[in-house]
């Protein structure tokens, strides 16, 4: 009997014990850094590169240009210096095809909304009325759609689909369309018409007033990025002169261009801050 109540004292001292010290879940970000170059990576329609992916063409481009830069300059300070500005040529190849297929898309998402209502006013079900975009919609986007209706017809969970659909399209406009959808499907409602016809007239307009815009700063921005370019192609040009080479081989030279380079980096993100139109965030990921 001692025994036993033995154990048991034991065992509830040991679960106090473990009350107190419980471990501590680590909660994922999802709005990190490899959450937003995903999203980047979707929207530039390369959907079979990873994060890490990036990064490692990243640093493949910049070992190339470093090995290169050596051949023809024999200076390993210049090298370092176009290798470094040659690692981010990835990551701006992938936000420029983003930005086209954003500002491409912006122009198809209504025609989304209108063919949702339409097949809701045709009495589809939701759906179908989703599935059907695959072939009627917009071609941009009719792979995606035709993903929907195959996990549709293989599962026939439409929340499931529906957050498949999410990440597949990685778009702010898409994610408001799925939810209302969602919250369609499962609180019930008669305004999804309604609301549907308002979000196309809304984007609508804003794709309107956002090309305006684009269209006036387009030819600063461009400007600014050149005016940040120019340096650098005058000191590659220089740099196939050996007594160029070896000056920057020097403190002095190593000094002249970090502080060049810091001076470029810095002049063109606060161009692009000052120049930058609001985005939307994926705040319904």
């Given at each position: 009997?001692?025994?036993?109540?033995?154990?048991?004292l034991?065992?509830?001292?040991c679960?106090v014990w473990t009350?107190w010290w419980a471990p501590?879940?680590?909660?994922?970000r999802?709005?990190?850094w490899?959450?937003?170059?995903q999203?980047?990576l979707?929207?530039?329609?390369?959907?079979?590169?990873?994060?890490g992916?990036l990064?490692?063409a990243s640093?493949?481009?910049?070992?190339?240009?470093?090995?290169?830069?050596?051949?023809f300059?024999r200076?390993?300070?210049?090298?370092?210096?176009?290798?470094l500005l040659?690692?981010?040529?990835?990551?701006?190849l992938?936000r420029?095809r983003?930005?086209r297929r954003?500002?491409?898309?912006r122009?198809?998402?209504?025609?989304v909304?209108?063919n949702?209502?339409?097949?809701v006013?045709?009495?589809?079900?939701?759906p179908?009325a989703v599935?059907q975009l695959?072939?009627?919609?917009p071609?941009?986007?009719r792979?995606?759609?035709?993903a929907?209706?195959?996990?549709?017809?293989?599962?026939?969970r439409?929340?499931?689909?529906?957050?498949?659909?999410?990440a597949r399209?990685?778009?702010?406009?898409?994610?408001r369309i799925v939810?209302a959808?969602?919250?369609?499907?499962?609180?019930?409602g008669t305004?999804l018409g309604?609301?549907?016809?308002t979000?196309s007239?809304?984007?609508?307009?804003?794709?309107?007033?956002?090309?305006e815009?684009?269209?006036?700063q387009s030819?600063?921005?461009?400007?600014?990025?050149?005016a940040?370019?120019?340096?650098w192609v005058?000191?590659?040009l220089?740099a196939?002169?050996?007594e160029?080479?070896?000056?920057?081989?020097?403190?002095?030279?190593?000094?002249?261009?970090g502080?060049?380079a810091?001076?470029?980096?810095?002049?063109?993100?606060?161009?692009i801050r000052?120049?930058?139109?609001p985005?939307?965030?994926?705040v319904?990921?």
């Amino acid at each position: 009997m001692g025994v036993v109540v033995g154990l048991l004292l034991g065992a509830g001292l040991c679960s106090v014990w473990t009350a107190w010290w419980a471990p501590t879940t680590r909660t994922r970000r999802v709005d990190g850094w490899s959450a937003r170059t995903q999203d980047l990576l979707v929207q530039a329609g390369a959907t079979g590169v990873t994060p890490g992916g990036l990064v490692g063409a990243s640093a493949v481009v910049a070992v190339v240009v470093a090995l290169l830069g050596l051949a023809f300059t024999r200076s390993g300070v210049i090298s370092l210096a176009f290798a470094l500005l040659a690692a981010g040529i990835p990551a701006m190849l992938v936000r420029s095809r983003a930005r086209r297929r954003r500002v491409a898309l912006r122009e198809v998402w209504p025609e989304v909304v209108d063919n949702l209502a339409s097949g809701v006013r045709a009495g589809l079900s939701l759906p179908e009325a989703v599935a059907q975009l695959g072939e009627r919609g917009p071609v941009e986007l009719r792979p995606q759609f035709r993903a929907f209706a195959t996990d549709f017809r293989a599962s026939g969970r439409f929340s499931a689909c529906l957050d498949a659909l999410k990440a597949r399209l990685a778009d702010p406009v898409g994610d408001r369309i799925v939810e209302a959808l969602r919250m369609t499907r499962d609180v019930g409602g008669t305004d999804l018409g309604r609301l549907l016809r308002t979000l196309s007239t809304f984007l609508r307009e804003d794709a309107r007033t956002r090309g305006e815009l684009e269209a006036r700063q387009s030819w600063t921005v461009n400007a600014a990025r050149l005016a940040v370019a120019g340096p650098w192609v005058v000191l590659a040009l220089l740099a196939t002169r050996p007594e160029t080479a070896r000056a920057y081989d020097s403190v002095a030279g190593v000094a002249v261009l970090g502080l060049g380079a810091l001076c470029c980096a810095f002049a063109y993100r606060l161009m692009i801050r000052i120049g930058r139109l609001p985005e939307e965030t994926r705040v319904l990921r």
